[in-house]
């Protein structure tokens, strides 16, 4: 079967159309047609086409407004090559009545073509609303439109756009939507603003989740991967969505200059915050990380999702000394993040000793070694459990933070930074409300009025590096949690989101050594940062040679709650 070189029939449109506009223009300005100046426009456009545009080739199924506003741009100059060859034989009038004719029908012409060739061939029997007419809410527009689904309205906030609309689609105010659907739900709701507070996201969803019967969520600015369709991107709402925070002052550009080309040794990597940190220092431009986790699983998990030569694998615990103290001397990092420890409150208190032993001591270990090899600075991730605590596992990361604060270090810088709980960690309760809810419930919440601290997992550790990049020495960094939530109240929110109906809230008595309420400050002269989100807390002295014979001391005595109290006066010990 005969076919025409695409390429060919570009040229020969060009050629074609211009003739066809030089012949009614000349009509239209009664003059009789000059050939010569149809050839020489004709060879001129067909010279910017290859040389300049390189439309040729083009493909005009795949053309947009920048392709428009090229082709009239290099067509005006074009025009301005030719023209002034004839300017007194025929007006300029003439020429640049034919030349936005030619405008007007090429475009029209490619355009048509790319309507016809990309129009849905997809039945569309589903309703779609877009709430934010940005630019996340245009692109969607346009990737929906080879989809099942038929934009109705767009929803904006911004008055300023209520009453205008987008190739049709109206824009509309929340409560003028709720007028539109009277009887029918819409299908799917997308809240297309990945930038917006949490606040207005929940407020959104609890407003109209009665008129869809889906809603879905484009992922944060800091989640979101701009080179992938947005569609395929969205999720429906989780309660991290509702809870998270997005701290205004992240400085990316600041934990870059702190991060780039430094080897980074992190221990509990490959736990819920080390493993981020991992990713974050890789992304922000590590140039090699030293991931280091007791637990073969944990560490396996880590490398093969970095598959990243830039990493190595370090298999050992934080209390053998001599394998840490021989990275330490080989890997010479510049930066030591300490991540690892015993967390869960419940499981310490049943296992005293070794909760002491890997806390207390594998801190002890981590700073010592980061200090004997001159690693410029140490970082060590602390708890709000640490102040005045009510159980061991708050009272053991108090002590860390002491001997951090007090060491004295020649060389390295140390920090501690403390925050609350991150959500979906492996101790957090979402991942166990989610299972209790998969099962029909009951949810088991410990007392109706214990509240908890509560920040995603990047924007802690984000947060994590700030701190650390700004610390001098002997700092204990405290971030912002925002205000605490009541754990019922996150209970009742994720049963609300699953849709799951009878689900039951049981309250089981709170556990040994929990407290209901976490706090983040010891001292109200905490002072502020030059970043909002980061305090700083008021340093406790401790004569460093009574502190580590006390550490001494801890380690291996009989009564260890009693040590506990004396070397941290304000620990409470709570057996409930």
Known sequence: MFTIDRRVLNLAVIALLSFITFVWTFWIFHQSIRYDVILIVIFVRIIASIAILKDYS???????????????????????????????????????????????????????????????????????????????????????????????????????LHKRSIDSVAILSRDRLKKFILEKKIDLLVIA??????????????????????????????????????????????????????????????????????????????????????????????????????????????MEELADELVTPLMFSVLNLSALEESMRTCKPDIVIHAAAYKHVPLVEANIEQGIQNNVQGTKNIIDMAIKYEVQKCILIS?????????????????????????????????????????????????????????????????????????????????????????????????DMGEPIKIVDLAKRMIELSGVTGVEIEFSGLRPGEKLYEELLIDEADAKTQYPSIMVAKNTPYPIAKLQADIQELLTCKDKLAKLKEIVPEFNHQIN
């Open 193 to 302: 603003m990945p930038s917006v507070d949490t606040k207005i996201i929940y407020e959104i969803y609890h407003e109209l989740k009665f008129y869809f019967e889906k809603i879905q969520i484009l992922p944060s600015l800091n989640s979101i991967l701009t080179d992938s369709p947005f569609s395929k991107q969205l999720k429906d709402i989780s309660i991290e969505d509702l809870l998270a925070r997005h701290p205004k002052d992240l400085d990316k550009k600041f934990i870059g200059n702190f991060l780039k080309g430094k080897k980074v040794f992190i221990s509990g990597a490959g736990g819920s915050i080390g493993s981020e940190i991992c990713r974050q220092c890789l992304r922000y431009g590590a140039s090699h990380l030293y991931a280091l986790d007791h637990s073969e699983y944990n560490l396996y998990a880590l």
């Open 58 to 160: 083009l493909s005009w199924s795949k053309v947009s407004q920048k392709t428009f506003l090229i082709k009239s741009l290099v067509y005006i100059v074009a025009f301005c090559a030719y023209m002034p060859f004839y300017h007194g034989e025929i007006r300029i009038a003439f020429f640049l009545s034919e030349l936005f004719f030619y405008l007007f029908s090429i475009n029209v012409l490619m355009y048509g073509y790319y309507l016809f060739v990309n129009k849905s061939t997809v039945k569309k029997d589903k309703s779609l609303v877009i709430y934010g007419a940005g630019r996340a809410g245009l692109k969607l527009k346009e990737e929906f439109k080879n989809s099942e689904y038929k934009i109705k309205f767009f929803i904006d906030d911004n008055k300023s």
């Open 383 to 479: 708890t709000d459990k640490a102040v005045r605590p009510t159980n061991v596992m708050g009272a053991t990361k108090r002590i860390c933070e002491l001997y951090a604060a007090n060491v004295m270090p020649e060389k390295t810088q140390i920090v501690a930074v403390r925050f609350g709980n991150v959500l979906g960690s492996s101790g957090s309760v979402i991942p166990k409300f989610r299972t209790q809810i998969g099962a029909g419930g009951p949810i088991t919440v410990t007392h109706p009025q214990i509240t908890r601290y509560f920040m995603l997992i990047p924007e802690a550790c984000e947060l994590v590096l700030q701190a650390g990049a700004i610390g001098k020495a002997s700092e204990v960094f405290i971030l």
